[in-house]
């Protein structure tokens, strides 16, 4: 019955900044952990970063690592990803996923949001 809601996507000049949020809504939610992927035009899925809900341990992937950061309130079951220093090749749909355990394999995370677009202009 949950439902993840991506929120936050937009257009923003390289070195810019972006927030990110990924609402669970429907139930009160309980998976291991929560990840962040991005799909760009013409490329495969890529992993970006992940937290767990309980001990709040975190993983990026190298190539958002030291500009982005991946945190979430338990409370609002709401998972965010503040984007800093972006870049044109961040450009991509951003997707948020529950997963059964922290990891950057997608075949762990078993359920989805749609999506939410971020565009990064040079």
């Known amino acids: 019955q949950v439902q993840l809601v991506e929120s936050g996507g937009g257009l923003v000049q390289a070195g810019g900044s972006l927030r990110l949020s990924c609402a669970a809504s429907g139930r009160t939610f309980s998976s291991a952990a929560m990840g962040w992927f991005r799909q760009a035009p013409g490329k495969e899925r890529e992993f970006v970063a992940a937290i767990t809900w309980s001990d709040v341990i975190t993983y990026y992937a190298d190539s958002v690592k030291g500009r982005f950061t991946i945190s979430r309130d338990s409370a609002k079951n709401t998972v965010y990803l503040q984007m800093n220093s972006l870049k044109p090749e961040d450009t991509a749909v951003y997707y948020c996923?529950?997963?059964?355990?922290?990891?950057?394999?997608?075949?762990?995370?078993?359920?989805w949001g749609q999506g939410t677009q971020v565009t990064v202009s040079s």
């Open positions: 996923a529950a997963g059964d355990l922290l990891t950057v394999q997608e075949s762990h995370y078993y359920l």
